[in-house]
C-alpha cells in the first residue's frame, strides 16, 4: 500500500459538484521530479508539485484557502528540501 500524507484543511475547496475538506498526497518517487521547473518561482512550483502528488488538477489547488497553504506548503517542501539548488551561480 501507497503510503500518503493527509492534510484537513479548514476552509474545504468547492469545486464543481466536489467538496474537498482533506488534500491527500502520495509520497513523490523519483520520476515525480523530473521536470519540475521554477525554483526562481517557488510558490508556483511547490503548487504544480502538490496538484500531481494529490492526482487535483491546478485549478483546485488554486481554490485552496490561504489558512491552508502554510500546512501543504510544509509538506511539499519537505519533499524538496535535500536537493540543492539549480541554477545560476
Excluded at 525554483?39 to 489547488?61: E, N, Q, R, Y
Amino acid at each position: 500500500m501507497e503510503k500518503t500524507i493527509e492534510i484537513p484543511l479548514a476552509h474545504p475547496i468547492t469545486y464543481g459538484d466536489k467538496t474537498i475538506s482533506t488534500l491527500i498526497l502520495r509520497r513523490p518517487k523519483a520520476g515525480d521530479f523530473r521536470g519540475l521547473k521554477g525554483m526562481d518561482m517557488p510558490f508556483d512550483m511547490i503548487l504544480d508539485f502538490a496538484a500531481s502528488l494529490s492526482d487535483l488538477s491546478p485549478a483546485v489547488i488554486d481554490r485552496l484557502d490561504v489558512e491552508d497553504m502554510p500546512k501543504l506548503i510544509e509538506v511539499v517542501s519537505g519533499f524538496l528540501g535535500g536537493f540543492p539548488a539549480t541554477g545560476k551561480t
